[in-house]
């Protein structure tokens, strides 16, 4: 079982950045692939990036690409998304999630097992 705790969500401008955290227990089944999906109130869940822990290799949906990087350390077994320019729409819940295996499809939400309680972000106009 991979617990996942994300930390780092907040109440934040138009314009700003923001880094959520995703830290994993510990065991070799959270490091396959993980990545971040959020919700905003009335809409469909939308998974926003991912990152495969052997290679590296990222994928980010349209609606953030060139604006958020995700990235990992090792050490800490810990996931980030950088968030930068957030914009109105950017506001959600976030969810970090991992795979218990590496994934091709990376940003296909059904192929997550294990899914974090979430962060809340705000951005205001």
């Known amino acids: 079982q991979v617990r996942l705790v994300e930390s780092g969500g907040g109440l934040v401008q138009t314009g700003a950045s923001l880094t959520l955290s995703c830290e994993a227990s510990?065991?070799?089944?959270?490091?396959?692939?993980r990545g971040w999906s959020r919700q905003a109130p009335g809409k469909e869940r939308e998974f926003v990036a991912a990152?495969?822990?052997?290679?590296?290799?990222?994928d980010y949906a349209d609606s953030v690409k060139g604006r958020f990087t995700i990235s990992k350390d090792d050490a800490k077994n810990t996931v980030y998304l950088q968030m930068n320019s957030l914009k109105p729409e950017d506001t959600a819940d976030y969810y970090c999630a991992a795979a218990d295996r590496e994934l091709t499809r990376l940003l296909r939400s059904k192929s997550y097992r294990y899914w974090g309680q979430g962060t809340q972000v705000t951005v205001s106009s």
């Open positions: 990152i495969r822990w052997n290679d590296s290799r990222t």
């Open positions: 510990e065991g070799t089944e959270s490091r396959y692939t």
